[in-house]
């Protein structure tokens, strides 16, 4: 990154293949004092050039008709290769859209070059350079004001106008987690409040808490003026810890009546035992007695687990992030925390159960990974067939073989202060909902464990309708790191791939071959035959196709209309779930 910004020349990289524009271009800037300027003639040449000498530029100027770019090609490249440049980019046609386009993609200005100038030259150089400072000064403003929100004592919230929390300091996080409805509880605060000082009270689950709220209007990036709310407790330490005492109590309580629960269930299969022996024994008068006790012991054990909604709709996504929210808003260590989703997870059963599940492991997992510094935790939610899993993983230190055959036995605990009920009580949940959970544990690698429930009764999907050809994925990129990436995921959902340089190689390899793609996968910039070009050589020539080519491409929905009947489109970068929402799984890839 450059240093002395007002001291060093303002440095121009200049990528353009006329020589006369090159020309032109070179005699203003020499006439602008501290200013110079780099000129090659190729995309190709501009990455020798960086790759050779490691420069930064103020400015970069690209043409949006370059031979080795296709359209917006240069404006990815300029953005990647000089991330904090400004870019300014130049084309020869009155093509508004295509201008307006470049500057979504991040240029800071466009010069028609029939219209080209001196005057416009140094205009337009000077207003990205500018622009550029005052963005970077705003950027290193933002990252100064985080810092110093970060070290205060008090809990310290921006919010944007809908009520979401953009960043939380430490103490908020633990206000968050104490709260009863977590930032939703915020909500209210922003609509009553612009700024100023507010008294107010938030539910917690120790109970109604007063505070003090004082508000104030910031810059903040990706959501432009939001609020920062600070909040401070109007209750004493002493008051505060009688909250803290309450909720304890709770959960004394609540694991008072699990192990009550567990002792009834112990007794109640005692009960059974004692039925069959009573059945083989023909003693008509006993056997009445002690079924009448199996059913009370029954009606108590139902009431100790209280009487569960096991049939209403859950999906699982939405309960996963509501989880993965409330762990965030109360964590107190420096931990990656990844959710990944999959499609149709829905299940018969009760939420709050099933979310005391999530938590619980998703506390297990956060204290197996306790000190670590590259702290890594995974919920992930996958859909497979008539089961729906959930999978817990962190990268700890895992759990001794020793201990694996005991670790969901009631009050079974390796820890100081546990009470060996959490994973109990998740098994029980589980089993209760028709599932069964189990773990993998890897001394100094981590533990997964896996939740797996019936999926909700669906009718069920023809066989072809889930996947409508068995024949391979064929991937046609010109981009080797993008055919690897796109591939690996491919292969993941458990399809066969065939991944191909360019739109050539495709035709090619469909008029030799006599198999059938079960989907074609194309980016639409490519050098040669592009995507569009693909598109329109399989409407002429094998229309049966044109149903199951998928346009790859980071233009949005720019040009799309030159796509007449495409059925389906991928935003790059190609997101696995997206991915699957389109082309499905397949049978398994050894």
């Not at 190709?44 to 770019?69: K, N, Q």
């Amino acid at each position: 990154m450059r240093t002395g910004w007002r001291d060093d020349p303002r440095r121009v990289l200049l990528i353009e293949d006329s020589p006369t524009d090159v020309l032109l271009f070179e005699r203003v800037v020499q006439d602008m004092q501290g200013w110079e300027v780099v000129a090659v003639n190729s995309l190709e040449g501009a990455r020798s050039y960086l790759e050779r000498h490691h420069e930064d530029f103020d400015v970069v100027v690209v043409d949006l008709s370059l031979p080795d770019a296709v359209a917006l090609d240069s404006v990815e490249f300029a953005s990647s290769a000089q991330p904090d440049a400004a870019c300014v980019v130049m084309t020869g046609d009155y093509d508004e859209a295509m201008a307006q386009e470049a500057l979504r993609h991040g240029a800071t200005d466009f010069l028609r070059k029939i219209e080209i100038s001196g005057q416009a030259i140094r205009r337009a150089l000077r207003y990205a350079y500018e622009r550029n400072v005052l963005r970077r000064m705003h950027r290193s403003a933002e990252m100064n004001l985080r810092q110093v929100l970060r070290s205060l004592p008090a809990s310290v919230f921006v919010l944007n106008d809908d009520g979401q929390v953009l960043f939380a300091n430490r103490p908020a996080k633990q206000l968050l987690g104490n709260m009863a409805k977590g930032p939703s509880a915020l909500t209210h605060l922003v609509e009553d409040l612009q700024t100023g000082v507010l008294l107010a009270s938030i539910e917690t689950h120790g109970g109604r808490l007063p505070i003090e709220v004082t508000a104030t209007q910031v810059d903040w990036s990706g959501a432009g003026r939001a609020r920062a709310l600070v909040v401070r407790s109007l209750v004493s330490e002493n008051e505060a810890e009688e909250l803290r005492r309450q909720l304890r109590r709770k959960e004394e309580q609540a694991q008072a009546g699990y192990r009550t629960m567990l002792g009834l269930h112990d007794f109640a299969g005692k009960v059974e035992g004692l039925l069959e022996l009573l059945r083989a024994s023909g003693n008509a008068p006993a056997l009445a007695q002690a079924e009448d006790m199996a059913q009370a012991f029954r009606d108590l054990r139902r009431e100790a687990k209280g009487v569960r909604a096991l049939h209403n709709p859950v999906e699982l996504n939405t309960l996963a992030e509501s989880c993965l929210n409330q762990l965030v808003q109360r964590l107190d260590q420096d931990v990656v925390i990844e959710l990944r989703r999959s499609d149709k997870t829905i299940v018969h059963g009760d939420a709050a159960a099933l979310e005391r599940v999530i938590l619980n492991l998703l506390d297990n997992a956060l204290e197996a990974v306790q000190g670590n510094p590259e702290a890594m935790v995974l919920l992930e939610v996958i859909g497979s067939g008539d089961r729906i899993g959930i999978l817990v993983g962190d990268n700890g230190p895992g759990i001794p073989a020793s201990q694996l055959p005991r670790i969901f036995e009631p009050h079974y605990t390796t820890k100081e202060e546990g009470t060996g009920l959490g994973l109990a009580s998740v098994k029980d949940i589980v089993s209760d909902h028709g599932g069964e959970v189990n773990l993998e544990s890897t001394l100094g690698e981590g533990t997964v464990f896996k939740v797996y429930l019936p999926r909700a009764n669906e009718a069920p999907v023809p066989q072809k309708e889930q996947r409508m050809h068995a024949g391979p994925c064929v991937l046609v990129d010109d981009q080797n790191l993008v055919r690897r990436a796109v591939s690996r995921s491919l292969r993941t959902l458990g399809h066969e791939v065939v991944a191909l340089e360019g739109g050539e190689a495709l035709v090619e390899w469909l008029e030799q071959t006599e198999v059938e793609p079960s989907y074609i996968l194309c980016d639409r910039r490519m050098p040669g035959m592009n995507g569009e070009s693909v598109f329109a050589w399989l409407k002429a020539h094998r229309p049966e196709l044109v149903s199951r080519f998928v346009l790859v491409s980071g233009d949005g929905e720019f040009g799309i209309d030159a796509f007449e009947g495409l059925v389906h489109r991928l935003d790059k970068p190609v997101d696995i779930y997206d991915l699957k929402a389109i082309v499905g799984a397949g049978e398994p890839v050894a």
